[in-house]
């Protein structure tokens, strides 16, 4: 049996505008969400901050008007509360603007 063009292309599903719209407001749903995700400082760089540079951020949070959150933690390095923030901020701050130190040099991630 020989199938045509026609009939190959007939049996393609293409998707309709409606599930092209639904798909997109999922998928941001999905990245806004994970960009909101509060995380700790120690999380996101992959080692303690220390207070100077903990002080920097909360500092540039406050100004931003962004809000933070506080976990108790207790494991062997450290015992006590330590500040959550939105990923998306710290992308911000360590990546570009928000935080500039007296000497006018970015502090980097890493």
Do not use: C, W
Request: glycine share 10%; net charge positive; hydrophobic share 35%.
């Amino acid at each position: 049996m020989k199938l045509d063009k026609k009939y190959i292309y007939d049996k393609i599903k293409y998707p309709t505008t409606e599930e092209i719209i639904e798909f997109n407001r999922k998928e941001n749903k999905r990245k806004t969400i994970e960009n909101m995700k509060m995380i700790s400082l120690y999380d996101y760089l992959g080692r303690a901050a220390g207070p100077d540079l903990g002080k920097q951020v909360a500092i540039a949070a406050s100004k931003a008007g962004i809000k933070s959150e506080i976990r108790e933690v207790n494991h062997v390095g450290y015992k006590g509360p330590i500040m959550l923030y939105p990923r998306t901020f710290l992308d911000n701050f360590f990546g570009g603007g928000l935080n500039e130190s007296t000497s006018g040099k970015q502090l980097l991630k890493g």
